[in-house]
DNA sequence: CTGAAAGCGCTTACAG
DNA sequence: CTGAAAGCGCTTACAG
């Protein structure tokens, strides 16, 4: 059966004491005893149970990624998701730590936490005043919040810089003639990744010298159905528009077949901005302008970080602002 | 601190063995005394460890899926994966079993699951003749293995009709007039999922009389990039192709891609069929033609098989096929 | 119907 | 440098 701490005392002709200190690099073991111990380790294939340990230790080498309830599309529809559980897996893997997943859902049941003790948690863009987040603060274990601008200090934290973002995608529309501009968001709150980006948007309308028309932004675009469905509000608006800047890649792709469906082509009729640059983004056709954030890295930031929060190390910066980037592609044109 | 089983029992003035009675419905414990416990147990949100309960148990409610290193594109590229696990993590929430995402690389490195006591394995996609494979039966936990087509009795094993999949998709092409299909595959083998593919592709073209062409068949286009480079291998082909059966969505996106760029449009120059219908297929630019599984429920049939042996539950059938269908879109075109 | 006690596989003071 | 013992939070025969 399965080999544990005991097997390897009695094979060493030692306590199992002796074998915990090698094993965790404590107490004063002679070199040759440390030795044989690591021997016997490596033949037998010994593992020690993070269960037993996690029992005395209080802590399991488990992190779990908690991402609330539909936003920004399903999770198994938006690789935005994966490419930062993805980042948050390798951030964690050197460090033996493993992550669970976790679909939270409407329900807020965070009782795996405690289940299965969790150590740390990466919550992506949760709403500072929703149930789910106060339960979670209630857990008071380690945590970083992605995305999620929590206006309170002390907080482990991780963005991208979602203002400038705002800004420069719509910097980059208007700098090719476009001064119709719709602004497809996700759900609009006061404060958030999407009202930090609306900021920016209007701030390079201003620097333009062009009025904000709360009308040219629609909300429930952040999915693929979602950007789908906006191209028929966006068609059917008053005002003639001639771009828009979807908050993310997926919803901009949706918008793209949408329109596509009614014989309007990106870039001829419409300019289109999308958000994120997901691998797909490149392959679309036609290929996708967008802000780039560095998703995968993003992940793995939030992991350091966790992790840092987690053994009580040190960190210099607990709020995190991580850079974006315009990625001009074949979906934005100058206007004719 | 985090309520135990000692605060339940001190405060409902019983044993511990008690509360442990009424939490796993066992023993014989007065209805009234059961019902006060539970009432205490709500009140103080208790929630029993499974650090502990798996340390007696040997069980830890925890799962992992296996995702070999590289096929059919990475982790973070192909959604098929995501689907599939979010398959298997419906699968099990309402089991209260979680997943745990684990990344095995070149290194083979399965010491998690002795780490993390984990109940059970779901297993995609894997080689029989591989360590990796050898190294998972030596575990002997638990498992159930995806799209591997392993010739070994009594093992739990789902697939989909992958013959049958490669015949219809290649039939399909065959009907509009198309003789010279190229078929894009990850990795050929002796068996496996695109071997069982390109055994359906031959079906059909024996069936209408056509030769089959090893040449016409292009390996490593199982990911998005591999299909975007089969774009100038098919091109510079001796042979005029008017159509290409892409063994994967994602390859074949990376296909379509990959001949926009030179100047060739789907379907009008050459007509595409993909594999899998991802979510995406709906809405690429043109739509695509594919085989579809239901990839949601196949991760699900696989946690359900999973945990009936984990329970130790008779099951009717081990070896679980799941059935396909031709999904005609935009992409493929009667041949002019 | 209920409780005392052993034990799961570790770690950690504390002796020696 | 090394070991005996207690304890982490549960479950499970076994008594009563």
Excluded: C
């Excluded at 987040?133 to 929590?150: E, G, H, N, Q, W």
């Excluded at 001064?179 to 990744?193: C, E, F, Q, S, W």
């Amino acid at each position: 059966m399965k080999v544990t701490i005991k097997d390897i005392a009695r094979e060493a002709g030692v306590s199992v004491a002796t074998v915990s200190n090698v094993l965790n690099g404590k107490g004063r073991v002679s070199a040759e005893t440390a030795e044989r111990i690591q021997r016997i380790i490596a033949e037998k294939n010994f593992v020690p149970s993070t269960l037993a340990r996690g029992l005395k230790n209080k802590n399991t080498q488990l992190i779990s990624v908690i991402v609330p309830y539909l936003k920004r599309g399903n999770f198994e529809e938006n690789p935005f998701f994966w490419q930062l559980i993805s980042g948050v897996e390798m951030g964690t893997k050197d460090h033996k730590f493993n992550v669970m997943l976790t679909r939270v859902e409407q329900d807020n049941d965070l009782s795996f936490v405690q289940m299965h003790n969790v150590d740390g948690l990466i919550v992506v863009g949760i709403d500072a005043d929703s149930e789910l987040y106060r339960s979670i603060l209630a857990l008071k274990i380690p945590t970083v919040f992605m995305d999620s601008y929590i206006d309170q200090p002390g907080l482990y934290q991780v963005h991208n810089d979602d203002l400038l973002g705002g800004y420069l995608g719509t910097k980059h529309l208007i700098s090719q003639g476009h001064t119709k501009i719709v602004l497809v968001v996700g759900k609009l709150a006061d404060r958030g990744v999407d009202f930090q980006r609306l900021l920016g948007y209007k701030k390079a309308l201003a620097e333009a010298g062009l009025a904000y028309d709360a009308r040219l932004v629609l909300e429930n675009g952040g999915s693929m159905l979602g950007g789908y469905h906006a191209a028929q509000k966006l068609i059917s608006l008053p005002e003639k528009v001639t771009a828009a800047f979807v908050l993310s890649d997926i919803g901009a792709m949706g918008l793209i077949k949408g329109l596509y469906e009614m014989g309007k082509e990106v870039p001829a009729d419409l300019s289109v901005v999308g958000y994120d640059d997901i691998f797909y983004s490149e392959y679309t056709i036609p290929s996708l302008t967008t802000i780039r954030q560095d998703i995968f890295k993003k992940g793995k930031m939030a992991a350091d970080l966790l992790l840092a929060q987690i053994n009580g190390e040190p960190v210099t910066e607990k709020n995190i602002l991580l850079p974006v980037e315009l990625k001009v592609r074949a979906s934005t044109a100058k206007i004719l």
